[in-house]
């Protein structure tokens, strides 16, 4: 089904975002995982495509066999990295051929160790150029990317802000935002979005903390940024209690974030899952915990 239609439907909800292991021997491990969140009943899941564009066999075989053999309802990234018009059309076939009916439009990001992002080809250089061409060609409902705290290559926020609700014009139906710490920079950024003209759900996309250095190595190129505070408890319980305090810490924060998001009129959550069962799953309970609640 398309994810513009599920959004309609106005209930809070989970979704959940997985990366394809690098290695096929750990795809038995990795269906298991999507497997047991199959339990969270994920509104939709998305599988991200690899940085240098030389995974996506990996992203489309995942989101087919989501969609065919556990019954959930894929969403594949795709980029402008290497991309021409003939390797997209052929990965956007192969989603319809599947039946996947949804697709997050992005550029893609530099290199790792390059600042800056050298297009590979003259028509292909903006995520709004990808979601031209998929409006253009093909049948898909169609998500972007958003920046509550601006883009990094961006020149201010209201400059990025014009290139989203430029995205959303060439025909994205969904915007799914960077990870962030702070909610009021989240309703901030719908607010403003919304004065900018951009009418499309905006779905905050939260990061459970798992592992200080990942963190740390996000931060460095996603954008985001860690109230100083939280950042000050973090490195804290590192040192006291290592990895296992981060990922205590990091979950209660999340389940906090979660909980007030969805007060103050979220319409979901979709959540990083760094392809981690456990963490989603308790997650998952005090979410189904607070809907009882309600
Ligand atoms: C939810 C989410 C999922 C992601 N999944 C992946 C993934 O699977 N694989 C991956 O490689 N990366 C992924 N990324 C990272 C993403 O590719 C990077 O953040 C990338 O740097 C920007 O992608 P974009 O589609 O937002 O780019 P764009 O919308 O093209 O924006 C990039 C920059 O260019 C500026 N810009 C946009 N249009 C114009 C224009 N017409 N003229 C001048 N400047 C312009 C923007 O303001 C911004 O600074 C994801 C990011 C998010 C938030």
């Known amino acids: 089904m398309r994810i513009a239609e599920l959004l309609q439907r106005q209930e809070p909800f989970l979704s959940l975002e997985f990366f394809p292991p690098k290695d096929r021997a750990q795809w038995p491990g990795f269906f298991d995982v999507v497997r047991q969140l199959r339990e969270l009943a994920p509104l939709f899941c998305s599988v991200t495509y690899g940085a240098g564009g030389g995974t996506q066999h990996n992203t489309l075989e995942i989101v087919a066999r989501m969609k065919q053999e556990y019954g959930l309802e894929p969403l594949a990234h795709l980029t402008c990295v290497g991309a021409d018009r003939e390797r997209l059309s052929s990965f956007l076939s192969g989603l319809a051929q599947a039946g996947v009916e949804n697709v997050l439009a992005l550029r893609g990001d530099p290199p790792r160790g390059e600042t800056s992002f ?166 998952w309970k005090d979410f189904s915990r607070r809907d009882r609640v309600k």
Request: hydrophobic fraction near 40%; proline fraction near 5%; aromatic fraction near 10%.
């Open 118 to 283: 050298t297009p590979d080809s003259e028509e292909f250089q903006h995520g709004s150029d990808l979601v031209s061409f998929i409006r253009g060609n093909f049948d898909l409902s169609i998500g972007v990317a958003g920046y509550p705290e601006t883009h990094p290559e961006a020149q201010g926020f209201d400059d990025d802000l014009e290139h989203l609700r430029h995205k959303v014009a060439c025909g994205a139906d969904f915007i799914i935002t960077q990870l962030f710490f702070d909610n009021d920079v989240y309703f901030n950024f719908v607010d403003r979005a919304r004065t900018a003209g951009i009418k499309v759900p905006i779905v905050p996309g939260i990061l459970p903390v798992q592992n200080l250095a990942a963190l740390k190595r996000m931060l460095s190129f996603c954008g985001a940024s860690v109230p100083a505070g939280y950042m000050r408890d973090l490195e804290h319980v590192h040192e006291v209690y290592g990895e296992s305090g981060v990922r205590g810490l990091g979950l209660g924060y999340a389940k906090n974030q979660i909980r007030n998001l969805l007060d103050r009129g979220a319409p979901g959550v979709h959540l990083y899952t760094l392809n981690k069962a456990d963490t989603c799953l308790d997650i």
